[in-house]
């Protein structure tokens, strides 16, 4: 679908919203406080009716998961006692009784990491692209799908004691080399189908950052681009670039500001474009949103992205933040996304939605907040530390 110490450090230029990072951090200290909901700032005025749709969702892979648990590097809660919250909760229709079903069944414990509650919170969004099946006229820029010659390894299923860690390829010789970056995809030599031809190079470019967009084709009929795969390699904000060659000024690095000048810079803006080798793979998607890491549409205000080496997936939160413009943004929400820039235990990304309105928003969010789990009463959830 992505993400400092400047003005307007945003997810979607100078860092990544989509795919995983293949950089390996150290776990920090982790920890659960147990709070009340009276202590949740805005709890009576959240409106749960745009929730519902994020709790089915999730609560129907959650219902139909063969694992017994909920589980990260550091936290480990049984599923069971969730699936049976979840039957019950997917089949109450009044946003009130299930705010008050939540809060009779359910507790909030604040999440803290190294003695701090406090994170980062950014937003990503939608994004929007123009589209034919067919290359003729202003339609010449490939959307590729996942390559025929790419190479998915785990490094887990050969040793139990390597890292939990994913790396990408293709076979060379008999060997396992890395995939080819976006230069040299930009070149040609890739093996892959194309699922789409866009008219413009900066919108594909952030839709790739983004991970998903809406397309409009000729006709005007919409259809959704999803997230297949990625290169394997690192990412590099666009925006982090620009700033480092002192081609924008740091007040300038906001998402359209960002977006103007790659448009306005033909093949300069594409020479810099390439310096980010990570190149994202997508699909066509037949869903009324942009698809998760869980594996279902993200709702807007609703779906929250996550480290999943902090937090397990499917897990109901309680986020509390402020929106660009400084209000207060206090919402229940689904863990059920993850992005490459979104590391550490109180580190969220909040999306926002589709449009350019959400494009706007999502790209001046960087704010300060906190978030808490819902566990099921009675629940003891494992904490390795």
Request: aromatic share 10%.
């Amino acid at each position: 679908m992505l993400k400092r110490g400047l003005i307007f450090v945003f997810c979607i230029f100078l860092f990544s919203c989509s795919g995983e990072d293949k950089e390996i951090r150290p776990i920090e200290h982790f920890a659960l406080q147990k709070s009340s909901f009276a202590a949740l700032d805005g709890w009576t005025e959240d409106n749960l009716a745009s929730f519902q749709k994020a709790l089915v969702s999730v609560c129907n892979v959650i219902g139909q998961t063969s694992q017994k648990s909920l589980k990260s590097e550091v936290l480990e809660i049984p599923v069971a006692p969730y699936r049976e919250k979840c039957q019950e909760m997917v089949d109450i229709s009044d946003t009130v009784q299930l705010k008050k079903y939540i809060e009779n069944n359910f507790e909030p414990y604040l999440v803290v990491v190294d003695g701090h509650s406090k994170g980062k919170f950014t937003s990503y969004y939608e994004a929007a692209i123009r589209a034919s099946f067919k290359r003729g006229g202003k339609y010449q820029y490939p959307i590729y799908g996942k390559p025929k010659d790419l190479v998915e390894v785990q490094l887990k299923d050969f040793d139990k004691s390597l890292p939990n860690r994913r790396i990408v390829g293709r076979v060379k010789n008999g060997k396992l080399v890395k995939y080819y970056t976006r230069e040299e995809i930009d070149a040609g030599k890739i093996d892959a189908p194309v699922i789409l031809w866009g008219d413009n190079p900066v919108d594909i470019y952030i839709m790739q950052i983004q991970g998903a967009a809406v397309a409009t084709l000729p006709n005007g009929k919409k259809i959704r681009v999803g997230y297949a795969d990625n290169n394997g390699h690192r990412f590099k904000g666009i925006g982090s670039i620009l700033l480092e060659k002192g081609l924008i000024e740091s007040g300038e690095a906001s998402m359209p500001k960002i977006r103007e000048w790659l448009q306005e810079n033909g093949e300069t803006a594409k020479k810099n474009m390439l310096l980010n080798e990570r190149y994202i793979f997508h699909k066509i998607v037949k869903a009324d949103g942009p698809i998760g890491a869980m594996g279902v549409p993200l709702v807007a205000g609703r779906s929250l992205a996550v480290d999943k080496n902090y937090i397990p997936l499917g897990v109901m939160m309680w986020l509390e933040t402020t929106t660009p413009d400084g209000e207060a943004l206090n919402k229940l929400v689904m863990a059920e996304d993850v992005g490459s820039a979104i590391k550490g235990g109180v580190r969220g990304d909040y999306f926002w939605g589709h449009g350019e309105e959400a494009f706007a928003e999502a790209g001046r969010m960087n704010s300060q907040g906190q978030y808490f789990v819902l566990l099921p009463k009675g629940v003891k959830a494992e904490i390795y530390d």
